[in-house]
């Protein structure tokens, strides 16, 4: 089965989580040609690509993508490097600059890269450090103790995928300039002038390669979203983000002189919080230091962020981890010691979920080895690393709740409500709790399921209404493809309890046909079907069910996101048709290309245009061929670039709050590009 074609098509999807699309194979890239004769393979054949050939060749090793995710993601290695200097104690101001031709500048106070020559090589080493992969000072403890580049190849991949880059150094009293193109040293470095000796520090301009990259204009609420997240990370230290292009000149000033305090408050701006002192810990202990802030509010959801090393890493590890478990022992623990009532207490065994109901907290460790799971760095996975946050949160979250008995009690009693929510949905959660993957006796009865059982080859339809879900059961490829048609909206999982949104029978039946189980009792490996497909209409009345969904998958299955599970189908607008010939058309674009096309340029020529506003307006063999058949159709497959905007867009568009949703509203009206009137 081939992948699924990419077309750029406008979806309403909340900022923060983003849409991937995946292209169509390339036709006759078979093994052996049609003669079945095989090329010849000998020892030429071997190749050793030199330098930063490698990183051109396949950028998306290093970087994940050339499109926007990619782009951006230079000018977060370019910028990890300034705050390394910070958190070595060097520098406390980063500027960054984004220019009328989107190339960018970053600017830091630090000690500049060292100049002289590196003795093995036999070249300076800023040079050694911006032309081969692995090259830098990060791996030497008594440059950096702690750094969040320790793959080494952050500034030469940017090196290697820029048309041009240049680097000015200042350092001992002098200014030293070199630049490159696509890797390679053109102006070999040299000094340009005499500086203050006081004066230090690094500039890098750099243009991305449009070779390389599919997008190359840069998202200024992107890049700001990931400035504003370093300064909190980083107290004290200064960051500037200016944009020079035209109609888009502004400049954000980030500080955090209190640190992770400030972040909590940030996530909970749009919550009522419950208590207004933030509770906060900062401390070292065996060479790791920890960073803490939490504070509870009015919500449902657990909005917990953790970092290592400056690093977002949104797949948890040891040290989330460690602060769980502490969160929950400590909170259990100083119930049996409170106030409550006998009565309150009898039956009493909060859980993970109950306690870390309305929780915005934010974790921050700074650690010298740290071992990440592949080079994406989501997920940390030093043992040791868990019981020193555990004994940490043990120790200072008692004494804070003894000294604090007023947040403690608060705090308690926002557990103990959520627990008897909790055994209240308890029968609606057995309902919903698939015991075996295989044993179909309990899915819901409206899911016309497929006949394969591997996950990875299984597909499900979640189909606005029960019309087009009757015509995507008839259209539909029965070995693979099952479909789960859905009656109305279901339920806002940003304003409900658990309790209420386990009562809701479509979240019920969605979460008993996917098999994988809901908060503490989620496995991902027993998801039964490896692609979960929204099909809704091209309305927006399906725009509001889409969002709706997704809201469910972010608040209550976020793992089900991380794995690339979630995908969005996309429906086409139009019919253009003139006797027996017809086309579907995705944008008003193609729809005029298409009219043309069957007309020859003669408007006398009747072409017939139907507008698509509903799924259940395609018979099940238009359906199918639109929009099912992996051969034709285009689905956008849900990623999440930037949790904590994404926690934030979730609680504008679907929170209580009236007004930063209409404040949201007014600044973004101008890039609607399909409007439903």
């Not at 030093?382 to 004494?399: F, Q």
């Not at 995507?472 to 493809?481: D, L, P, S, T, V």
Request: with cysteine.
């Amino acid at each position: 089965m081939k992948s699924d074609s990419f077309r750029k098509y406008p979806t309403t999807i909340p900022f923060g989580i983003s849409t991937v699309g995946r292209q169509t194979r390339s036709e006759g890239s078979s093994m052996a040609d049609v003669n079945g004769n095989r090329g010849e393979y000998g020892g030429d054949d071997i190749q050793a690509l030199e330098g930063l050939e490698a990183v051109r060749l396949r950028p998306g090793m290093y970087i994940g993508s050339t499109g926007s995710r990619g782009l951006h993601h230079l000018v977060y290695e370019v910028v990890d490097n300034s705050i390394d200097e910070a958190l070595a104690g060097y520098a406390n101001l980063v500027n960054v600059t984004i220019h009328r031709d989107d190339s960018i500048t970053v600017v830091d106070n630090g000690r500049g890269i060292p100049v002289e020559n590196n003795t093995k090589a036999g070249i300076p080493a800023v040079e050694l450090a911006l032309t081969v992969l692995h090259a830098g000072g990060k791996f030497d403890k008594n440059s950096y103790k702690v750094s969040g580049g320790l793959h080494g190849v952050g500034v030469s991949c940017v090196n290697a995928l820029s048309e041009t880059l240049k680097v000015w150094i200042k350092r001992d009293g002098r200014e030293h300039y070199i630049d490159f193109s696509r890797g390679k040293t053109i102006t070999r470095l040299r000094q340009t002038r005499d500086v203050p000796k006081n004066e230090t520090g690094t500039t890098v301009w750099f243009k991305p390669d449009h070779e390389i990259f599919t997008e190359t204009r840069y998202d200024y609420s992107i890049l700001s979203s990931r400035m504003r997240e370093l300064s909190y990370l980083n107290k004290g230290v200064t960051i500037t983000l200016t944009d020079e292009r035209e109609d888009e000149q502004k400049t954000d000033t980030f500080l955090a002189i209190n640190g992770l305090r400030e972040m909590v408050e940030f996530l909970n701006n749009q919550r009522k919080a419950l208590h207004s002192d933030v509770i906060y810990i900062d401390t070292e202990r065996d060479d790791v230091g920890i960073e803490l802030a939490m504070q509870y509010n009015d919500g449902y959801a657990d909005t917990t962020f953790s970092f290592v090393n400056n690093i977002n890493t949104h797949e948890g590890g040891t040290h989330l981890t460690g602060f769980k478990s502490a969160l929950t022992s400590v909170v259990n623990k100083y119930i049996e010691r409170s106030s409550l009532s006998k009565k309150d207490k009898d039956g009493i065994k909060l859980t993970g979920d109950d306690v870390r109901e309305g929780l915005a907290c934010v974790l921050s460790v700074k650690i010298r080895e740290p071992q990440f799971e592949g080079q994406t760095k989501t997920k940390l996975g030093n043992p040791s690393v868990e019981g020193i946050v555990r004994s940490v949160v043990n120790e200072h979250l008692a004494t804070f709740l003894d000294e604090h008995p007023k947040i403690g009690n608060i705090i308690i009693e926002k557990a103990v409500s959520a627990a008897r929510a909790r055994e209240a949905a308890r029968k609606a959660r057995d309902l919903t709790r698939k015991k075996n993957a295989l044993d179909i006796g309990n899915l819901p009865g409206k899911l016309a399921d497929c006949s394969l059982s591997e996950p990875s080859l299984c597909e499900l339809y979640l189909v606005e209404g029960d019309s087009a879900g009757g015509s995507a059961k008839q259209g539909r490829e029965r070995k693979n493809q099952a479909i789960l048609p859905l009656r109305g909206k279901i339920i806002n999982v940003e304003k409900a309890r658990i309790d209420k949104v386990l009562s809701n029978e479509e979240i019920r039946t969605i979460i008993t046909a996917l098999g994988c189980g809901i908060k503490d009792e989620f496995d991902l490996e027993k998801t039964r079907y490896h692609k979960i497909i929204i099909m809704t209409d091209a309305d927006v009345d399906g725009a509001h069910i889409r969002t709706l969904l997704l809201t469910f998958f972010f608040r209550q299955m976020p793992e089900l996101i991380d794995a690339g599970y979630i995908y969005i189908a996309q429906p086409p607008l139009y019919r253009v048709s003139r006797g027996k010939e017809e086309f579907y058309a995705y944008d008003e674009v193609e729809r005029e290309s298409y009219s043309e096309r069957l007309s020859g340029g003669d408007a006398r020529k009747n072409v017939y245009v139907q507008r698509y506003k509903g799924l259940g307006e395609m018979n099940p063999e238009q359906l199918w061929h639109t929009t099912m058949d992996p051969e034709r159709r285009t689905i956008l497959r849900v990623g999440m670039d930037d949790a904590v905007m994404a926690d934030q867009i979730f609680q504008t568009l679907m929170g209580d709050a009236v007004e930063p949703r209409r404040q949201f509203i007014e600044a973004n009206a101008r890039f609607v590009t399909v409007l439903d009137v």
